[in-house]
């Protein structure tokens, strides 16, 4: 089984800015966020944890995991969030103003990672660890664009690319594969 579970809102989420790969905090709703969602997992057994090296994911597992101290948790650069290069800093509404991952488009911004680059990227992971824990029960925690990524891995792209309803809660999980 692999559960996703995207980091906790930060003060950025909260007012629609895009952050990729800047390494920033959870604000106090992403830390309740996360205590809530370790509350709906306390009970839950888990083999592994893999996780976003950035600041914002790392906060979210050390909450959600504190009732499996025995569980490793894993950083892995594969699951960072997209660069987004120039359009870092800019309200998500005016970066991307339907979210569209298109494959086949060339986005222009300044070092931006391409969506086709992303989804290599996250795909190779998970073909190593669905390779590496046959019959385990792995628990993901990255951000809202590697979660895209994921699902799309797992249930394909929808046919009108556009992932508006690919769009992942802060600190809720999602059972990706079972």
Known sequence: MIIFIRHGQTKENLEGINTGRKDIPLNKTGKIQAKECAQIMMWDKFDVVYCSPLKRARQTAKIIMKHHKHVPIIYD?????????????????EAYPHLVWDFKKKYHFENFEQPADMFKRVSGFYDEILEKHKGQRVVIIAHDGVGKISRMYFEGLPACKNLDGFLFDNA???????
């Open 77 to 93: 650069d594969r699951l960072v969030e997209r660069e987004d290069g120039s359009a870092t800093g800019m309200k998500q509404s």
């Open 172 to 178: 809720r999980p999602y059972v990706l594969l079972k």
